[in-house]
T-cell receptor
Framework: DARVTQTPRHKVTEMGQEVTMRCQPI?????VFWYRQTMMQGLELLAY????????DSGMPKDRFSAEMPDATLATLKIQPSEPRDSAVYFC?????????????FGPGTRLTVL | RKEVEQDPGPFNVPEGATVAFNCTYS??????FFWYRQDCRKEPKLLMS?????NEDGRFTAQLNRASQYISLLIRDSKLSDSATYLC?????????WGAGTKLIIKP
């Protein structure tokens, strides 16, 4: 049963520290998404990759966030420096097709707390 | 006005009852619509796509009303295991827009 995996599952850090979250999409999937979910804002799209190329990162604060796919099996989301308002659950999702409207399979999320 | 809006609930419903909730969207050119289900402290999972003609999957029925710009989800004979948050997703301007979700609580 293929699944999206994310590490770490939980992260507690202090304001100003760098945070790196990792995602392994389902093998063979062409699209990868990073989302942030909070109680107040719901699910927000941060970045979207197709065939490892970034297609949309308009939802991501550029000054402190960066998303990359160094290879087809790894996607990373970095926050530097982190701030308390970044506390949220960060989900990675992957999809089998070439379109953002294909079914998305979500990883279990990284629960980030910035003190 | 948000692009995709849902009643946050919670909807408290007795087991066995029928429950329905809507999701409104603002972009009349939206083409694709989905319902996802999210259990507490878990990731969202696709429940069903919403087709123009409406579609049914067991106890679940999804409808699209383009004229009024909303999609609906109907759950018949609700089970305790249906308790979750239901997220609607709308494809607008080549971007998926997620609703904030409707929380459903099924009570015995």
């Amino acid at each position: 049963d293929a699944r999206v995996t994310q590490t770490p599952r939980h992260k507690v850090t202090e304001m100003g520290q760098e945070v790196t979250m990792r995602c392994q999409p389902i093998l063979g999937h062409n699209t990868v998404f990073w989302y942030r979910q909070t109680m107040m804002q719901g699910l927000e799209l941060l970045a979207y990759f197709r065939n490892r190329a970034p297609l949309d990162d308009s939802g991501m604060p550029k000054d402190r966030f960066s998303a990359e796919m160094p290879d087809a099996t790894l996607a990373t989301l970095k926050i530097q420096p982190s701030e308390p308002r970044d506390s949220a659950v960060y989900f990675c999702a992957s999809g089998p097709g070439q379109s953002s409207t294909d079914t998305q399979y979500f990883g279990p999320g990284t629960r980030l707390t910035v003190l | 006005r948000k692009e995709v809006e849902q009643d946050p609930g919670p909807f408290n419903v007795p087991e066995g009852a029928t429950v329905a909730f809507n999701c409104t969207y603002s972009n009349s050119a939206s083409q694709s619509f989905f319902w996802y289900r999210q259990d507490c402290r878990k990731e969202p999972k696709l429940l069903m796509s919403v087709y123009s003609s409406g579609n049914e999957d067991g106890r679940f029925t999804a409808q699209l009303n383009r004229a009024s710009q909303y999609i609906s989800l109907l759950i018949r004979d609700s089970k305790l295991s249906d308790s979750a948050t239901y997220l609607c997703v709308v494809m607008g301007n080549y971007q998926l827009i997620w609703g904030a979700g409707t929380k459903l609580i099924i009570k015995p």
